[in-house]
């Protein structure tokens, strides 16, 4: 074996030193001659040539000539036209019609403008026609934008719809815009020219582009479930499994390998028929694009099917070949990922037309002096924050400690300058958006929470009487939200030591145990509860970085803020409690990517699955006010 082993390595090597012409000239030369001379058999010539050569594709591609970098080349299969990461992520719209133009664009400053375009209500190809040279200027110079407007323009007067397999393999086919580019098992024809026949040959009756003409069976709903959709109602919980057994049943029977792209097509539809009765909605406010959990409740009852038909060593097999039903992030991309999470102006490429760097660092030195000052203007505040908005994202995107950028940007870290910096950074108001779905929503959460959840868990129930306990007689808006949060978290089954850092009522800033803090944002509670305590601080990186915030509201929002502002993950801990404020309560609904810390290669959804569920829970709760 070690001799087979050292020959085979030899081999190799000889290989690479003479090259596969000097390697094979020999047994090319042996095969001309047998195409074109032939052999005597028996007293006749006979000719014959090469038929085939099996392989793998590695191997294969060697053989040809053609390249050996799967991974970064663009078109990576000789056989089928796939383009380079076509089956890591799913492709909207907005990505096709923004590379087909700019195919050097960097992915970040890609995602970061996508984001952009979906936040200022950019849904379909129509709606470009209304998109501005200043809405495109988040992440792109004033050529790049100018290029991208007078390539969508002239697309809309030619009613030419981009597709990039079109373009390059003139195509005929073509997806819905809003449906991601991705080959799969049932779609193959489209892509691979002949393969259309063999593929109706081996699947009779299969059609290749069901999802485009799927109808929902909405005639074979029971009755009960009919009657709640017409009528603008929730269909509860047992009739809503039973619509999506119905509706994955039909799925099935078109195509078997039905992928995640599928179910969120499918879901789509049904929510745009019968928004009343299907949407993720709490009191009025739609959470994301409104159909995750119905997708999800579609991809779980997909599985369910296959666990009991399909053989486990062909289970792993099926994930991989059909990758669209996952919404993985690669790990080379994750990290960037998190950090632009949820912003639409993360990375400012140029200053201001009226701006220089002289003219940056005077105002910044400006507003550290009027940081000394009680008295400070609050609108110039504001004004010279946002100005210098540039040079902040500079300065935290470089990676500076978070102590330094304390002592070059004191007002970042208070109630005032954050709200601005999150503002540009997001579009979102921090505090006047948490207060006004906290007028929309938060009732209603907090009944859910003392009313049902009290009744199905017994950790909850524990949590809740310790409550009201410390609460006492106390009543009113803020110790409603310091119970939400903390049944929040109980609920999650996450940790309040990871939110929360308790001290003293007495305890003087110098005197807090940093070593004891977590390293992520801490709300640092003086008093033994949130309940009794009337000051907090905050505490970033062990670094207390805002030491007298008079009201729990500001001390949350100041503590969520800080996690964008300054390019930090959700940390596992507090995964699901986060991600529920941050899509209810602070309305940053990305449809893509995760702000999650990542300590290994698990895969993390676009919305978490405990967060689904419990909007769903929500959504289908019945109450009144008292």
């Known amino acids: 074996a070690a001799d087979d082993l050292m020959s085979a390595e030899k081999q190799k090597n000889d290989l690479k030193r003479f090259g596969i012409a000097k390697v094979f000239s020999e047994l090319l030369a042996d095969l001309k001659s047998l195409e074109t001379d032939g052999i005597n058999v028996d007293g006749e010539t006979v000719k014959g040539g090469l038929y085939c050569i099996a392989g793998d594709n590695l191997g294969s591609h060697f053989i040809g000539g053609f390249t050996e970098n799967f991974s970064r080349s663009q078109y990576f299969c000789r056989w089928h036209f796939f383009i380079a990461n076509m089956s890591d992520s799913e492709r909207t719209f907005l990505d096709v019609v923004i590379m087909e133009v700019l195919p050097q664009l960097p992915a970040e400053n890609k995602n ?43 697309e809309i007067v030619n009613h030419n719809i981009f597709c990039p397999l079109k373009t390059k393999l003139q195509r005929t086919a073509h997806h819905h815009l809003w449906k991601p580019y991705l080959p799969n098992r049932c779609h193959r024809s489209l892509f691979h020219p002949g393969s259309s026949s063999s593929t109706s040959a081996s699947s009779p009756g299969l059609d290749t582009q069901w999802d485009d003409n799927f109808e929902i069976p909405w005639s074979k709903f029971p009755e009960e479930v009919t009657h709640a959709l017409e009528r603008g109602k929730r269909p509860g919980p047992k009739l809503r499994r039973q619509m999506v057994r119905i509706v994955v049943t039909e799925m099935m029977e078109k195509c078997p390998h039905v992928g995640k792209k599928h179910s969120t097509d499918v879901a789509r539809k049904m929510v745009a028929k019968y928004p009343n009765s299907l949407q993720d909605v709490i009191e009025g406010d739609i959470v994301g694009t409104g159909y995750h959990s119905l997708v999800k409740q579609l991809q779980n009852r997909i599985e369910n099917v296959r666990r009991t038909s399909t053989p486990k060593i062909r289970k792993r097999k099926h994930q991989t070949d059909d990758s669209d039903h996952t919404d993985e992030i690669p790990l080379e991309e994750r990290a960037a990922m998190q950090d632009i999470y949820g912003c639409i102006k993360w990375n400012v490429k140029f200053l201001p037309c009226e701006e220089t760097q002289e003219s940056q660092q005077q ?31 500079q300065h935290v995107n470089q990676g500076k400690s978070i102590k330094c950028l304390r002592e070059e940007w004191p007002f970042c870290f208070d109630e005032l300058g954050m709200s601005v910096h999150f503002k540009e950074l997001t579009g979102i108001d921090l505090k006047e958006t948490f207060i006004r779905n906290l007028d929309l929503k938060g009732k209603r959460l907090l009944n859910y929470m003392t009313t049902v959840c009290v009744n199905k868990s ?38 309040e030591e990871s939110m929360f850092f308790y001290v003293e009522d007495t305890c003087l800033a110098e005197e807090v145990q940093l070593e004891q803090v977590p390293l992520t944002p801490t709300i640092i509670v003086c008093g033994q509860s949130c309940y009794s305590s009337t000051r907090y601080m905050l505490s970033l990186d062990r670094n207390l970085i805002n030491t007298n ?78």
Not at 481 to 489: D, N
Request: with cysteine; aromatic share 10%.
């Open 112 to 154: 970061i403008l996508e984001e952009h375009l979906q936040s200022i209500g950019v849904e379909t190809y129509d709606d470009l026609r209304f998109v501005t040279e200043a809405d495109l200027m988040t992440a792109l110079r004033p050529v790049q934008a100018r290029k991208l407007l007078s390539a969508w323009k002239q």
């Open 363 to 393: 105002k910044m030195e400006k507003l550290k002096v009027m940081f000394q000052h009680s008295d400070a203007n609050p609108e110039e505040v504001q004004c010279l924050m946002k100005s210098t908005f540039y040079t902040q994202r």
């Open 458 to 495: 017994k950790k909850i129930l524990q949590t809740y009487a310790r409550l009201q306990r410390m609460r006492g007689q106390q009543s009113g808006c803020s110790d409603d939200v310091k119970e939400m949060i903390l049944l929040l978290l109980s609920y999650f089954d996450e940790k």
């Open 549 to 626: 915030i008079s009201s729990f509201i500001s001390a949350l929002c100041l503590m969520f803020g800080s996690y964008y502002c300054f390019n930090i993950h959700y940390p596992s801990e507090l995964a699901s409690t986060l991600e529920f404020l941050q899509r209810c309560f602070f309305s940053i609904n990305p449809e893509k990517g995760t702000k999650v810390e990542n300590k290994n290669s698990k895969r993390r959804l676009n919305v978490n699955p405990r967060v689904l569920t419990l909007i769903q829970e929500l959504a289908d709760h019945e109450w009144r006010e008292a």
